[in-house]
């Protein structure tokens, strides 16, 4: 018997996805959230282009423009939609730069930690025995600390930048899909598609990634959608803290905790206008986490 009669078409998988993303469509919330994501993800990588300065290029900023409320003009003659902060930077531009880091942060991390998830969940569930005790029980440690402390001790050792706070942010995230993907593969493991791919001379890595993986890739995906926010809020309570980016990088963290001392003052949009770029960017993703969430529980397929 082949591998490929056993195995799930690929032909059954593609109208599965049109099936989730027709069903997707009927939930009008959870298209809105997409659209917000959209909008966000093109402001915030058009930000070059989309707005009127360079918020950190330090040697363009007029100091004679700090703290200018929302819709006032500046000495650039272009309207600062929501204001300036203490240095004169439009922050409006400075959100938005700050929403980039924040997405480039988050995907690059949540993709990070799913490789390394999946590897670890697939080596584990596959090979079992002494290395899956041993990979699961270092899995289990990690979760059960909380996920903003490791990444704080994480960057306390590697320092302040781009590079490290990825790093952190994949080492402390990666167990959540490294858990997900050794439910759901050792469940896969013992059904006939995959015992006949290891009957033949197929090498490990092709039934593994090939075979295995494709069939457990639901649950990562629900993973995947929440863990992008979860990465975004990581890195601007990081930076909230001054831990996490250096002041030269744009963040939203770091924008919240500027203003943050202006809060009970009439200067308040310091604080409040990032704060709320971040709450709108999380609550998006995590409405399109959940949608996707209902539609790929097993028990609707029942």
């Known amino acids: 018997m082949s591998v490929a009669a056993i195995a799930p078409p690929a032909e059954t998988r593609t109208l599965r996805l049109r099936q989730i993303w027709s069903d997707y469509r009927r939930s009008p919330v959870a298209v809105l959230a997409l659209v917000v994501i959209?909008?966000?993800?093109?402001?915030?990588?058009?930000?070059?282009?989309?707005?009127?300065?360079?918020?950190?290029?330090?040697a363009?900023?007029?100091?004679?423009?700090?703290?200018?409320?929302?819709?006032?003009?500046?000495?650039?003659?272009y309207v600062h939609w929501l204001g300036t902060d203490n240095v004169g930077?439009?922050?409006?531009?400075?959100?938005?730069?700050?929403?980039?880091?924040?997405?480039?942060?988050?995907?690059?991390?949540?993709?990070?930690?799913?490789?390394?998830?999946v590897v670890?969940?697939?080596?584990?569930?596959?090979?079992?025995?002494?290395?899956?005790?041993?990979?699961?029980?270092?899995?289990?440690?990690?979760?059960?600390?909380?996920?903003?402390?490791?990444?704080?001790?994480?960057?306390?050792?590697?320092?302040?930048?781009?590079?490290?706070?990825?790093?952190?942010?994949?080492?402390?995230?990666?167990?959540?899909?490294?858990?997900?993907?050794?439910?759901?593969?050792?469940?896969?493991?013992?059904?006939?598609?995959?015992?006949a791919a290891r009957s033949t001379p197929l090498p490990t890595s092709r039934v593994l990634f090939r075979h295995l993986l494709p069939n457990v890739l639901p649950p990562l995906i629900v993973v995947a959608s929440v863990q992008v926010a979860s990465a975004i809020a990581l890195e601007a309570t990081l930076s909230f803290l001054g831990v996490g980016l250096p002041l030269t990088e744009p963040s939203l963290g770091s924008l919240i905790s500027n203003g943050f001392k202006y809060i009970h003052s009439d200067r308040h949009w310091l604080s409040i206008y990032p704060g709320v770029a971040l709450m709108i960017a999380v609550i998006a993703i995590n409405l399109v986490g959940d949608r996707v969430r209902h539609l790929l529980d097993p028990r609707r397929r029942r």
Do not use: C
């Open 38 to 58: 959209a909008l966000l993800l093109v402001a915030a990588f058009g930000a070059p282009w989309l707005t009127p300065q360079d918020p950190y290029d330090m």
């Open 60 to 77: 363009a900023l007029d100091w004679a423009d700090a703290f200018l409320p929302p819709g006032e003009v500046g000495s650039g003659e």
């Open 89 to 117: 930077r439009d922050m409006l531009s400075a959100i938005l730069y700050g929403l980039r880091t924040s997405f480039v942060i988050g995907l690059t991390a949540n993709l990070l930690a799913l490789a390394a998830g």
């Open 120 to 195: 670890v969940g697939l080596s584990a569930a596959y090979f079992g025995g002494r290395l899956e005790a041993l990979l699961m029980r270092i899995v289990d440690l990690q979760l059960s600390m909380p996920a903003i402390l490791l990444a704080l001790v994480l960057v306390a050792v590697l320092g302040q930048g781009l590079a490290q706070i990825i790093v952190a942010l994949v080492i402390a995230q990666y167990a959540y899909f490294a858990r997900t993907t050794h439910g759901a593969a050792s469940a896969e493991r013992r059904k006939d598609y995959i015992e």
